[in-house]
């Protein structure tokens, strides 16, 4: 069965020092990766999409296959990115349809 | 632009009550879905809609019902609440497997 997993509930930097956002997963098809975000009273939005391959906001993340991980990342931490993240599959293909894991909350302190 | 708009934001529900939660979504969107989020776990899909007509369980169907009569609206339908019906929930619409585009979320209590 399809499963996501986000190891840390929380993770706390300082300003400036690098992030990453630890995700796993397990699927026996071709997977679809998403990470999703949550800031403060505001409702969930997509961070990053695998397929893209782009970088938004200044985080990443690589599909590594092998490792079957999807890890976000961002070199240079900022107090705004203080947030709820999601790591998202879809497993159902063209209907679009998640499993999440629990997420992790980051903190970054000033 | 609304995107997607549930109401209520609250509700506060007596064991074995009925109640509908409303999703809207004016982007003209095919799929449609409904998670609920518990303390410690992430979200898990309700049911979902493939377009009017159309849907489908998801993994945790149970206690709910849901109709899509026009691409707009999503209800989701408690039939009789219970208090693991406790949760926030989100309804979604996506246009194929792209970025799904959330609602603000309604927290239900059933006391």
């Known amino acids: 069965a399809q499963r996501v997993t986000q190891p840390e509930k929380l993770l706390s930097v300082f300003k400036g020092a690098p992030v990453e956002l630890k995700c796993n997963y397990s699927?026996?098809?071709?997977?679809?990766l998403f990470w999703y975000v949550q800031y403060s009273r505001q409702r969930l939005q997509l961070l990053l999409r695998h397929i893209s391959r782009e970088s938004i906001k200044g985080f990443t993340a690589d599909l590594n296959k092998g490792e079957t991980s999807f890890h976000l990342k961002k070199p240079f931490a900022q107090e705004e990115d203080s947030a709820m993240y999601y790591c998202?599959?879809?497993?159902?293909?063209?209907?679009?349809?998640?499993?999440f894991g629990t997420g992790t909350l980051l903190a970054v302190q000033p | 632009n609304a995107g997607v708009t549930q109401t209520p934001k609250f509700q506060v529900l007596k064991t074995g009550q009925s109640m509908t939660l409303q999703c809207a979504q004016d982007m003209n969107h095919e799929y449609m879905s409904w998670y609920r989020q518990d303390p410690g776990m992430g979200l898990r899909l309700i049911h979902y809609s493939v377009g009017a007509g159309i849907t489908d369980q998801g993994e945790v169907p149970n206690g709910y019902n849901v109709s899509r009569s026009t691409t707009e609206d999503f209800p989701l339908r408690l039939l009789s609440a219970a208090p693991s019906q406790t949760s926030v929930y989100f309804c979604?619409?996506?246009?194929?497997?792209?970025?799904?585009?959330f609602g603000q979320g309604t927290r239900l209590t059933v006391v």
């Open positions: 998202a599959l879809n497993y159902g293909g063209a209907t679009n349809k998640l499993i």
């Open positions: 979604a619409s996506s246009y194929s497997s792209t970025e799904a585009f």
């Open positions: 699927y026996s098809g071709s997977p679809e």
